[in-house]
């Protein structure tokens, strides 16, 4: 229990009626988690008004409400105005669960393309040089060895700060976790104080959310522009890829120092004699401390770059390159990310998370350094999201593809066809032939390995380590790895390969 006056004092707000010299035994968002004793804050989301579920929240037992318009609520029940309730959540659930940002080690890595392979490359250094571990991300949120599922990249203000409070009590010392733009956005991270912010780049995505791209750079950059403030006395640091553009801005708005990584500009920490391969990526680290080789098991120019920010982070935590070396060698793998589907065939197939233009051309410019035989590269993009992408997405594929099967992602609320109407006109700009159009995401990927000839790649894009497909509003078991190896095998291959 938790005395309210306490919890709303770095809050303004308007007492409409009630006391703050009570308590409360917890706090939440959504009705159906109200109860008795509960503090109740109303969020007016973008599709349903949480004011509407007021009477739900009381009838479980909530005794006070934070509202962001008047309301009548039954006498004895302490009700708050704030200007901005998800705002207040992010205040009241901090304070809640004591501040637990500033009992631990907090690395945010934000970007377009990127942030869950640098989040795990930065978990294996870390641990590698014995220290324990919370990860937050896309793919799994983990506590040491313990993994706990992953609903959004970054998680609701009340669940995020719910999550580091139980890696301080399992006596976590750093959390590396994924810092989304809608989180930044949405302010669900203001309440966290971060030690060092990473940045991997920035290109076109989620635009049906920021409207324009400046606007997606200035919710990244508050991160960076976060990081001179709060009360802990640990060096605080940015690393930011001086290869992207917007490095500039990021640098400009930072009160803290930078630490910069790439491959084309001067960069504190760099790479060279790159050497992509099938199976990982060689190159030299480059630092003002010195020099030493890598020899990853991930592949591609975009892991250099994840790899080269994890190794920032790690000199600059005063882990020794010799272990920093140790660690990122001994990372297999990120699900969805580059992960090859092996049972046995003589052309190979990947499955990849690349949803955005920049994404899939960076896949797919790897793809065609390392195969001999054609490329054939089945995507498709998400309903309800950015559609000025799409076309952009068409182009990409058809440009760096040998041929393309244009196929449904996630389509959401919209119709499947529809969403590929408009990748279609990208697509055409490049080529007119070399194009199918399968709508079933299935059938597309049977069709593409049918089409695969001995040194053939086989790119299935933009759901990655995702089980699952949304159509509508049902959320049905698939999995395009799972797809890819059933089909495999019903073609004669088998493998043990999981």
């Known amino acids: 229990m938790k005395e309210l006056q306490k919890l709303v004092h770095k809050l303004s707000f308007q007492l409409l009626q009630g006391s703050l010299n009570q308590y409360v035994k917890g706090i939440h968002y959504d009705s159906r988690q109200i109860k008795e004793g509960y503090l109740f804050v109303a969020i007016e989301g973008f599709r349903v008004d949480g004011h509407r579920f007021i009477p739900d929240a009381l009838e479980r037992g909530a005794v006070a409400l934070v509202v962001e318009k008047p309301v009548a609520v039954p006498e004895g029940v302490t009700c708050l105005l704030v200007k901005d309730s998800r705002r207040a959540l992010s205040a009241l659930s901090a304070a809640y669960f ?26 294996a250094i870390l641990q590698q040089a014995g220290e324990k571990v919370g990860l937050l991300g896309t793919i799994v949120n983990r506590i040491g060895d313990r993994e706990l599922p992953a609903v959004h990249t970054t998680p609701e203000s009340l669940d995020l700060q719910a999550l580091l409070a139980q890696m301080v009590e399992e006596e976590v010392a750093y959390a590396v976790m994924e810092v989304s733009s809608h989180a930044l956005a949405l302010d669900r991270t203001v309440d966290c104080e971060y030690d060092v912010g990473v940045f991997t780049n920035l290109s076109q995505d989620h635009l049906d959310f920021h409207q324009n791209m400046q606007e997606y750079l200035k919710a990244k950059g508050k991160l960076f522009a976060s990081l001179g403030s709060g009360v802990k006395k640990r060096k605080k640091y940015a690393v930011i890829n001086a290869d992207d553009p917007q490095s500039a801005y990021l640098r400009q708005i930072t009160s803290v120092p930078v630490v910069t990584y790439g491959l084309r500009e001067e960069s504190d920490v760099q790479a060279k004699n790159i050497d992509v391969g099938t199976k990982g990526v060689r190159f030299q ?199 890819a190896r059933e089909i495999l095998r019903g073609y004669g291959y088998d493998s043990d390969d999981v």
């Open 98 to 123: 004591d501040y637990p940002s500033r009992h631990l080690n907090l690395i945010g890595v934000t970007g377009t393309n990127g942030k869950t392979t640098t989040t795990h490359l930065i978990e």
């Open 285 to 483: 680290v480059v630092s003002p401390s010195g020099e030493f080789p890598l020899n990853l098991k991930l592949t591609g120019k975009f892991t250099v770059y994840n790899a080269l920010a994890a190794v920032a982070v790690g000199m600059q935590e005063g882990i020794p390159e010799e272990e920093i070396k140790q660690a990122l060698e001994g990372v297999t793998g990120v699900a969805g990310r580059f992960e090859l589907v092996d049972c046995g065939q003589e052309f190979a197939v990947v499955v990849d998370y690349a949803h955005t233009p920049d994404g899939l051309k960076n896949l797919l410019e790897t793809a065609r350094e390392m195969t001999k035989g054609r490329i054939i590269t089945v995507f498709g993009c998400g309903g309800d999201r950015d559609r000025g992408k799409r076309p952009l997405m068409g182009e990409v594929a058809a440009r760096y593809s040998d041929f393309c099967i244009v196929t449904s992602d996630n389509p959401r609320s919209e119709e499947p066809e529809a969403i590929i109407q408009d990748i279609i006109p990208g697509v055409e700009k490049i080529t007119r032939e070399n194009y199918k159009i399968i709508v079933d995401r299935y059938q597309a990927i049977r069709e593409a390995i049918a089409m695969a000839r001995r040194d053939d790649m086989v790119i299935i894009a933009g759901k990655g380590h995702e089980t699952y497909q949304i159509i509508q509003d049902k959320i049905l078991p698939f999995d395009d790895r799972k797809v």
